[in-house]
């Protein structure tokens, strides 16, 4: 596993600054086999929105490039009603797609550690949760 990090604070563009980053990623030649891409939507702290087209382009052309796997994986706790995940599907509905909702701080403000994962409508999305649900199950961290 690689991490890499793309700058969005300030008056910097959401969707330059990952395109950039991609693009290094690109002439990189990472020889693993899936890249994720994780954005909070709205982020934090700027609460800015990135244009769901354009970041769904960019996914689809990463993966025309690469020949890899790329999982969008959008963090909308801040606004868990955004239709986020519609929106990703009516550009790119064969996208692998995932939505996380940090439950601690949507519902109980911090009181609780918790969380839930969306899976898109695409089929790798929901291959992708299940063997997600395998984990959760096998380390005793599932919702109770």
């Known amino acids: 596993m690689n991490k890499h990090k793309f700058d969005i604070t300030g008056e910097r563009n959401l969707e330059q600054s990952i395109k950039e980053s991609m693009d290094a990623l690109i002439k990189k030649k990472s020889k693993l086999p899936t890249t994720v891409l994780f954005v909070e939507i709205p982020t934090n702290p700027d609460m800015k929105v990135p244009d769901i087209k354009v970041l769904a382009d960019m996914c689809v052309a990463y993966k025309a490039k690469t020949k890899k796997e790329i999982v969008l994986l959008v963090d909308t706790t801040f606004a868990p009603a955004s ?6 599907k009516s550009q790119a509905a064969d ?3 995932l939505n996380f909702i940090s439950m601690s701080k949507s519902v109980s403000r911090g009181i609780t550690c918790a969380g839930t994962i969306i899976a898109g409508p695409s089929e790798s999305s929901r291959k992708w949760l299940e063997e997600m649900r395998k984990i959760a199950k096998m380390l005793g961290t599932e919702a109770t």
């Open 83 to 88: 239709n986020c995940m519609g929106q990703i």
């Open 95 to 97: 996208l692998t797609t």
